[in-house]
């Protein structure tokens, strides 16, 4: 089946560094991959939808200069958490969706994830 | 805003008992897709269901999406411990253009007691 590959799975770094996460679709191209936040206990947060070879879509409340996104290639796209502070700690996950043949058909092809990053902001 | 409301929150049962999940929304969802998800690691695709009225099995796991595309149901017969985690189910919207995000539910966190 489909595989994702996300690395690191834990990152414990001081205040102030910035933190680059890999999401990797491995058998498949992913024209689309999401970031995901989630805190203890909760759901899945969407943050933004990172497209191939244009600008990531935020979602409200994301700061786009605080988590950067690129999409350089159809299998990987990254995250990067800037100047981190205690309040960023969390678990970041990646998504890949595969490419459906067309518009009606996309929205409904699987997402498939990636195991996750916890990131611990001392 | 599509919000997608799945519940309960939190089950605790025993070993053999059965149970049931529900997600609902005031909103047509194009397909539903149900997740399990363990600490530490991201979610994993149990199904997706699609058309109205459709039923899938997936060994003791039976899920279920509503007539008119709002709703769906997960139902566990006989569930194991090994059936311990947090289940979520997630919406596809009539996106136009290629987005298509999923909506997520909040989450049934199920634990299965020996």
């Known amino acids: 089946g489909a595989v994702v590959s996300q690395h690191p799975s834990w990152v414990i770094c001081k205040s102030g560094t910035s933190v680059k996460i890999e999401c990797r679709s491995l058998?498949?191209?992913?024209?689309?991959m999401f970031w995901y936040r989630q805190f203890p206990k909760q759901s899945l947060m969407l943050m933004a939808t990172?497209?191939?070879?244009?600008?990531?879509?935020?979602e409200q409340g994301v700061e786009k200069d605080k988590f950067l996104i690129n999409h350089a290639s159809l299998t990987l796209s990254t995250l990067t958490v800037t100047s981190a502070h205690p309040e960023d700690s969390s678990f970041y996950i990646c998504s890949a969706r595969e490419h459906g043949t067309d518009s009606s058909s996309y929205s409904n092809q699987p997402q498939h994830f990636g195991d996750g990053t916890r990131l611990s902001i001392l | 805003t599509q919000l997608l409301e799945q519940s309960p929150q939190f089950l605790s049962i025993q070993e053999g008992e059965n149970l049931t999940v529900y997600c609902n929304s005031s909103?047509?969802?194009?397909?539903l897709q149900w997740y399990r998800q363990e600490p530490g690691e991201g979610p994993v695709l149990l199904v997706t269901v699609v058309t109205g009225g459709e039923v899938k099995k997936l060994k003791r796991l039976t899920f279920q999406f509503g007539d008119a595309r709002k709703d769906s149901s997960l139902h566990i017969t006989a569930a194991q411990p090994g059936d311990t985690g947090l289940y979520l189910c997630?919406?596809?919207?009539?996106?136009?253009?290629?987005?298509?995000?999923?909506?997520f539910g909040k989450g049934t966190k199920l634990s299965v007691k020996p």
């Open positions: 997630a919406g596809a919207g009539w996106y136009g253009g290629s987005q298509g995000n999923l909506i």
């Open positions: 990172s497209n191939e070879g244009s600008k990531a879509t935020y």
């Open positions: 058998d498949f191209q992913a024209t689309t």
């Open positions: 909103s047509v969802f194009s397909s």
